[in-house]
């Protein structure tokens, strides 16, 4: 059950720091209500991650963000990592020009936008070949839970476009309300959509139990680890991971969000994986999901 140091891992979730990463969450903070996450948090779910401060002070001022973060994933064994792409990513599509064979991109969707939205993802996919659409269905103003119909232009598309859609579920860090992101909600995506591959993000707590369930009924859904110190992960997700599902659970981190990598890769060896799952969840699994070597 050791964990391989000869699998270049992909990362599913990571972000280029910057000197302000402020602009990351501004898209949230309609939704917040309290004064506490709006005045001292400098992310949402601050008061969940207590890294934060250890990442910014470890990152630093650095010339050259993109190269440090290139050095960062070196370090610890990455060869390729997804970045978001949108309003507040100029650093990353700048990132995915210099180093085409180091990142690759994603795009955070709001189907409040009907079918501009559509037509975006598709100028994304023609200009930066994105790898998915993700989506906070609960955090987005007015939230949209995953089985509502203003996401079915959206599914349509990227089974079109055969690349995968993936949502925040479970509760979010964020405080409001989490009826969007429950788990169950999926059920009638996966069913109307068999074509659509559904990689979670962010978890699925509390109702870990569902999703599993739900992945051993649909082969088209996954789960990622985005957002979990490796100490944390789910037991039932890893057991998971080990007997049916070796195929369906695959990693991402978190960093600089809320994950130092150092942290990460220092605990994720001790994850009780089986030998045959480390190379699926460090990396098989998402080059296929996310057709990565094509």
Not at 64 to 69: K, L, N, R, S, V
Not at 89 to 96: C, F, G, N
Not at 151 to 168: H, N, S, T
Not at 207 to 234: E, G, I, Q, R
Request: glycine share 6%; net charge negative; hydrophobic share 40%.
């Amino acid at each position: 059950m050791a964990m391989p140091k000869d699998v270049g891992v992909i990362d599913l979730m990571l972000a280029v720091p910057g000197d302000d990463n402020s602009n990351f969450y501004e898209w949230i903070k309609p939704m917040l209500m309290d004064k506490e996450s709006h005045e001292m948090f400098k992310m949402p779910a601050q008061y969940m991650f207590k890294d934060i401060a250890d990442i910014n002070e470890q990152t630093g001022e650095q010339e050259d963000y993109i190269a440090y973060t290139v050095a960062q994933m070196d370090k610890h064994g990455i060869e390729r990592a997804m970045l978001g792409i949108g309003p507040y990513a100029e650093q990353h599509k700048e990132a995915l020009r210099r180093y085409p064979d180091r990142f690759f991109a994603s795009y955070e969707a709001n189907p409040n936008n009907g079918m501009d939205e559509v037509r975006t993802i598709v100028a994304l996919h023609e200009e930066f070949g994105i790898k998915a659409v993700t989506a906070s269905p609960a955090m987005i103003c007015p939230p949209v839970p995953v089985n509502d119909k203003k996401w079915y232009p959206i599914y349509a598309k990227l089974v079109e476009l055969d690349i995968p859609f993936c949502p925040c579920m479970g509760i979010p860090g964020p405080r409001l309300p989490f009826g969007p992101q429950k788990v169950e909600l999926l059920d009638e995506v996966l069913w109307f959509f068999p074509e659509l591959r559904v990689v979670t993000r962010h978890g699925c707590e509390p109702w870990t139990d569902v999703a599993w369930k739900m992945m051993l009924k649909y082969p088209n859904l996954h789960y990622m680890t985005s957002a979990f110190a490796p100490k944390h992960y789910p037991k039932d997700i890893v057991h998971f991971a080990n007997t049916r599902g070796s195929d369906q659970v695959m990693y991402a981190g978190y960093f600089p969000m809320g994950l130092s990598l150092d942290r990460i890769f220092k605990e994720l060896p001790d994850v009780p994986f089986r030998d045959e799952v480390w190379p699926k969840f460090l990396r098989e699994n998402a080059i296929r999901v996310f057709k990565l070597d094509e």
